[in-house]
């Protein structure tokens, strides 16, 4: 996370505590605990409605997914630690049914010199950093990745770290089940960017007139190298203009309604 996301989030959940102890009463609070990443960003407490969740995004590019996926014995698979399920089942779905993902598995085995029936592509830096050794013969290494993207460069292919793109996706549905399913708590409010929006249905703080997050984008996936390591990166990220602006805030400075007034 980057110094401007974390003192963003800090800030709308000041906001926000002063925002629900008004509408609450004093003994209501929002707060930015410290805790995983399994867990959305800030937490409201507020007496009689329990405690609620608001995931806070600080514009509507974000990405607003973050799981991994691998290839391993010719198809894409998730963990089962994986923090959404439905996004990384969807995500592993788009990449089995592409036939420029399948493509490039191919060209990428062909490079490596790894039969491509057996090429494991890991997104965890345990397994990358062990390629060669006795049980990770097939696993293509740092070296390997950073190598073949830059043979693509000589080659003037016009190809790019993307692997795959689903367009016109929505968004909207699969980041609700992801909010709602796939975090350790459910979140049901949203702030992003200057706007408000309710996660699914629920509205356990009974904001009135607040819409429902929702809309449409590509969905893709990027090869990210790291230093020491690759990572196998979906693209969560909603398009703008397909994303219904919300008359609500609980941005800092924000000109707009207070949801909870």
């Known amino acids: 996370m980057s110094a401007a996301s974390d003192k963003y989030e800090k800030d709308v959940a000041a906001n926000l505590d002063r925002m629900v102890k008004r509408a609450f009463g004093r003994?209501?609070?929002?707060?930015?605990?410290?805790?995983?990443?399994?867990?959305?960003?800030?937490?409201?407490?507020?007496?009689?409605?329990?405690?609620?969740?608001?995931?806070?995004?600080?514009?509507?590019?974000?990405?607003?997914?973050?799981?991994?996926?691998?290839?391993?014995?010719?198809?894409?698979?998730?963990?089962?630690?994986?923090?959404?399920?439905?996004?990384?089942?969807?995500?592993?779905?788009?990449?089995?049914?592409?036939?420029?993902?399948?493509?490039w598995v191919k060209d990428l085995a062909d490079f490596c010199a790894i039969d491509y029936k057996s090429i494991w592509i890991p997104t965890t830096s345990g397994p990358i950093k062990s390629a060669g050794k006795s049980g990770y013969e097939?696993?293509?290494?740092?070296?390997?990745?950073?190598?073949?993207?830059?043979?693509?460069?000589?080659?003037?292919?016009?190809?790019?770290?993307?692997?795959?793109?689903?367009?016109?996706?929505?968004?909207?549905?699969?980041?609700?089940?992801?909010?709602l399913e796939g975090k350790s708590e459910p979140a049901y409010y949203m702030q992003s960017g200057d706007d408000f929006y309710k996660i699914g249905t629920r509205n356990p703080l009974g904001c009135k007139g607040v819409p429902k997050f929702g809309g449409n984008g590509n969905l893709k996936v990027r090869i990210g190298l790291r230093t020491t390591y690759y990572e196998v990166q979906p693209e969560i990220k909603i398009d703008p203009s397909s994303l219904k602006e919300s008359r609500f805030s609980v941005a800092p400075g924000s000109r707009k309604k207070n949801p909870f007034a």
């Open 138 to 179: 097939d696993v293509v290494s740092h070296k390997m990745m950073i190598d073949y993207f830059d043979d693509l460069k000589l080659k003037k292919t016009g190809a790019t770290q993307y692997i795959v793109e689903e367009p016109g996706y929505d968004i909207g549905d699969l980041v609700t089940i992801h909010y």
């Open 27 to 103: 003994s209501a609070f929002a707060e930015r605990p410290s805790l995983p990443t399994t867990y959305s960003d800030v937490r409201m407490t507020v007496p009689g409605k329990g405690k609620v969740w608001c995931e806070v995004k600080m514009n509507h590019t974000d990405n607003l997914s973050n799981t991994r996926v691998y290839y391993k014995n010719g198809e894409w698979k998730f963990s089962d630690k994986a923090k959404s399920k439905k996004a990384a089942a969807e995500t592993c779905r788009i990449l089995n049914e592409s036939k420029q993902t399948k493509a």
